[in-house]
């Protein structure tokens, strides 16, 4: 079952409406499917990539009143926190953990409620990574105004139903942590939006959502910790085209 409570989940959000997928009580359970175990990871970040079964991802109840077979996950290097995520992608290093040196590394993703409460019995996933010497990777947000830019796809681009969104932001830092509190100046989270709907809040680079074929605008705007537009902040948006 490939991304079916996170989909689901972000069709209801479009819809303003939230309903459990069968089973998203019992059994819940996630699992690392990239990187490889064992592999070793190059470049200016990590994708870290899950598949979620009987679990519902909901990004704007993270915070609030636990609610069962509904939440968000976690991720961890080396047993520290490294960020959430409420879709099935995350990137490292971030704003939460900025930095990822050289040498081997142990990968943890672990299901959490809205109340920030561990899932009970449900299944985490574990891998050991390697970053190869002078590859060690280090992230900051960018200077200036508040601002978001989608770099990865290109405006126009084709794509695979199955899209990972990339974002440069700049004016901002991310605070996973702070989702649904109170707005404070210089730090929240930014949207995906689909077509002008909801698909997706992240707290780090990357955001995914699977789209039907034909043609579609994607959209990214940041967002105060309430959720609240960010004032002045730029936003960005493209076209492109599923296949």
């Known amino acids: 079952?490939?991304?079916?409570?996170?989909?689901?989940?972000?069709?209801?959000?479009?819809?303003?409406?939230?309903?459990?997928?069968?089973?998203?009580?019992?059994?819940?359970?996630?699992?690392?499917?990239?990187?490889?175990?064992?592999?070793?990871?190059?470049?200016?970040?990590?994708?870290?990539e899950v598949r979620v079964q009987n679990f519902m991802l909901n990004p704007l109840s993270i915070g609030k009143a636990r609610m069962f077979g509904e939440g968000y996950w976690r991720v961890f290097v080396d047993g520290k926190f490294a960020g959430v995520s409420a879709d099935e992608v995350v990137s490292i290093p971030n704003?939460?953990?900025?930095?990822l040196p050289a040498g081997k590394h142990t990968i943890k993703a672990a299901l959490y409620n809205n109340d920030h409460s561990p899932v009970p019995g449900g299944e985490s996933s574990e891998i050991t990574i390697t970053i190869p010497q002078k590859s060690?990777?280090?992230?900051?947000?960018?200077?200036?105004?508040?601002?978001i830019k989608i770099v990865v796809p290109r405006n126009k681009a084709t794509m695979s139903p199955y899209v990972v969104v990339w974002v440069r932001?700049?004016?901002?830092?991310?605070?996973?942590?702070?989702?649904?509190?109170?707005?404070?100046?210089?730090?929240?989270?930014?949207?995906l939006y689909v077509d002008g709907q909801l698909a997706g809040v992240s707290t780090t680079t990357v955001a995914d959502v699977v789209l039907p074929r034909g043609k579609h605008i994607l959209g990214a705007s940041l967002r105060n910790n309430d959720?609240?537009?960010v004032k002045g902040a730029s936003s960005d948006q493209v076209s492109i085209t599923v296949k």
């Open 1 to 48: 079952m490939r991304r079916t409570a996170t989909f689901v989940a972000m069709l209801a959000l479009a819809a303003g409406l939230l309903i459990p997928t069968a089973g998203a009580q019992t059994g819940a359970s996630i699992q690392i499917v990239a990187p490889r175990n064992g592999s070793g990871v190059s470049g200016k970040m990590m994708v870290v």
């Open 95 to 99: 704003d939460t953990f900025p930095s």
């Open 136 to 147: 060690a990777m280090s992230y900051a947000p960018g200077s200036g105004n508040p601002g």
């Open 169 to 191: 932001i700049k004016g901002l830092k991310e605070n996973p942590m702070g989702l649904g509190k109170a707005a404070r100046p210089g730090e929240g989270n930014w949207r």
């Open 227 to 229: 959720h609240s537009p």
